[in-house]
């Protein structure tokens, strides 16, 4: 089985309102204009725009850079600053403010109950241990006394990689009780589920989503914009890589192609030639006449913004009639140990841009300590996404304080800043910088690791290359 959850798209979703929010007698003021709970004032505070030089890996670090305009980032729902603070800073914003706790689903004395959202089966499944992986980090925290007393219990829901399997996961999820959400899967199906978890008031931690659907009051996309992970791409091919012929192989979703076309157009303004831009389709295992094409037309090096499965065979494919480029990966697509082995070999020397880096990575000492479900160095990375997760939802309960309500989380999350260390386990991050101050609903800043593929064949391993920047 393979680790991770493809990247295709989703069409837009309108917003709803809340009654459980609404019904809290005017607690949410503010809340439609994406201010803060009671316009409770963002945090001032700032860092320098260049934080310097990484604590781990050395070298010049870039700060978040400026907030994307028209067709540079996604749509949120309410006013957005000039910019985010410039560089990472490790502090939660203004702390516990006294806010009205709100709906307290899913909330007792002792307990929380989360659902996490991925595909344990479909086109793309994530491996089987991610129950546990899932749970990991929580019950580490367990051992640390907890949040404010309570411990946090997580319940995978599959979605089946599909947007109706998302649906009907949500009505469970629903009827189970869930006081808040994380999802990871594709674009499309990440969409909705946004859609239906904003209908029914639960705050969501949003991975990816399509690029044009407007951020809702109570999401909170920590991930990475695929338009802005396409320009960046093409700025790593041109200036690190520093290749002139490249290629896009994408999947057969109109909605994923705002991604494609503004990596094509930033490949060209960089001078580079792109020698093929072609689509597939993704529920195809074959893909003979795509890697003649792609050997005939050359490309150093092809963003390969296909699902898991997809992208093992094609580079397979590929390889075997000796066509070997630099395969590059965007953010959360196929930048896992488990699909390395299936592999064998043909995806040697591929990058990823991702939100953590290589198992190796010093940072992860605590996660590799405590996380032993993954069983071997193949089946265990994708924990890395669930520890994030985990440290992300984790700062903002804490932040909550014990009155821990639906609006005092999102209140928390609407000041939520993030840096390197874990507020609640003291901890090295496991996922980038957030800054949602001011009303930001999207909270990374582009910020992404690059990895690369160490090794070969069945003893290949992703290992983290360069740290957190947003441009390369």
Known sequence: MIAAAALMTSACAARFERPDVLAQQGADQGLGGDQGLGGVPADQGGAPADPGTSPVLGGPQPGGGPQAGPGGGPRVTGP????????????????????????????????????????????????????????????????KGGIHGRNVEVTIYDTGSTEAGARAA?????????????????????????????????????????????????????GTDQVNNGKQIADYMAHTLKVKKVGFVGET??????????FVARAKANGLEVVHNEVVNGMDNQFLAEAQKLKNDGAESVWLYVAPNNAINISKETDSIGYHPVWVSSSIAWGFNLVLTPAAGALDGAKSFSPWGGLSDARYATFNRVNT?????????????AWGFGQVLAAAMKAAGPQLGRNSFRHAMQNLRTGTTDVVTGAAMCWPPLDFTGGKRYGSGDRTIVMTVKGSGADSVWATESDYRSRY
Do not use: C
């Open 170 to 222: 949500v009505q469970q999820a629903l009827a189970d009780g869930i006081f808040a959400a994380v999802s990871l899967d594709r674009i499309s199906v990440e969409g909705a589920l946004v859609t239906a978890l904003h209908k029914a008031g639960v705050p969501h931690l949003i991975n990816q989503m399509p690029h044009e659907m407007a951020i809702p009051d109570d999401g909170f996309y920590i």
């Open 373 to 385: 479900e993954g069983r071997t160095q193949q089946d265990k990375d994708i924990g890395l996404a």
């Open 253 to 262: 979703d109109p909605t994923a192609y705002p991604a494609r076309d503004a």
């Open 80 to 143: 957005q600053p000039a910019g985010p603070r410039q560089g990472p800073r490790a502090t939660t914003g203004p702390g516990p403010v006294s806010v009205p706790a709100g709906s307290t689903t899913g909330v007792t004395a002792t307990t929380v109950k989360v659902g996490f959202f991925v595909p344990k089966t479909g086109a793309a499944p994530v491996p089987p241990t991610i129950d546990a992986q899932a749970q990991n980090y929580f019950d580490y925290v367990r051992t």
